[in-house]
């Protein structure tokens, strides 16, 4: 079975591009997470989505920072401009069902640098 | 704030031995936990979850829940060379959010 797709899996751009990651969840999951790593950080959620509906996006960092889920198949997170403070590793994961705290499976990643 | 913490280590163990992880949270309400490995330039993947108080084997993995004193261990026996990354624990934080520890660097050293 197909696991998360993330693409594309590195970006290098400069500073003040528009920046678009794409996720595509596991087929039969109905909740989407963003998560953004860094080694200062760690692994911090930005937003997820539940049956493509946003629920909690209270980690977005700031109004640069958008995310989609058009359908069950597809999500984008954006950002424009970015910024070289942007720079890390972006992954999306999924889980299936409505009981607290489901197991998600994580993508590949996509690593950002930003120029 | 809902808190989960780890040791950052590396927590160093020879070949064949026994390698104990820690976590500890803060919400006692917590009802979901788990554990993934990281290898160095890779994505997380989840090895153990478990939902009730005490032991749960998965082959080589135990991991144990003590709600009671907040805190979920993993166990891995007979540890190899290739168990050497980091394990971050995660606690479910209210519906489907996992809030994740920074994780534990684990080196078996042959």
């Known amino acids: 079975d197909a696991g998360v797709i993330q693409s594309p899996r590195h970006e290098v751009t400069e500073m003040g591009q528009e920046v678009t990651l794409r996720c595509k969840p596991i087929?039969?999951?109905?909740?989407l997470f963003w998560y953004r790593q860094t080694m200062m950080r760690g692994l911090e959620l930005l937003i997820y989505?539940?049956?493509?509906?946003?629920?909690?996006d209270s980690g977005m960092p700031e109004d640069r920072f958008s995310a989609k889920m058009p359908n069950a198949s597809f999500s984008t997170l954006k950002i424009q401009p970015s910024e070289p403070r942007d720079s890390a590793v972006y992954f999306c994961?999924?889980?299936?069902?409505?009981?607290?705290?489901?197991?998600?499976?994580f993508g590949d990643g996509t690593r950002l640098s930003i120029l | 704030q809902k808190e989960v913490e780890q040791n950052s280590g590396p927590l160093s163990v020879p070949e064949g031995a026994i390698a104990s992880l820690n976590c500890t949270y803060s919400?006692?309400?917590?009802?979901?936990f788990f554990w993934y490995r990281q290898y160095s330039g890779k994505s997380p993947e989840l090895i153990m979850f478990?939902?009730?108080?005490g032991d749960k084997e998965d082959g080589r993995f135990t991991a144990q829940l003590n709600k009671a004193s907040q805190y979920v261990s993993l166990l891995i026996r007979d540890s190899q060379p290739s168990d050497s990354a980091t394990y971050l624990c995660?606690?479910?934080?209210?519906?489907?959010?996992?809030?994740f520890g920074t994780g534990t660097r684990l080196l078996v050293s042959p």
């Open positions: 478990i939902y009730s108080n």
């Open positions: 919400d006692r309400g917590s009802q979901s």
């Open positions: 995660a606690v479910n934080g209210g519906f489907q959010k996992l809030v």
């Open positions: 087929s039969g999951h109905n909740s």
């Open positions: 989505f539940n049956n493509n509906v946003p629920i909690d």
């Open positions: 994961a999924s889980s299936q069902g409505q009981g607290a705290g489901q197991p998600q499976h």
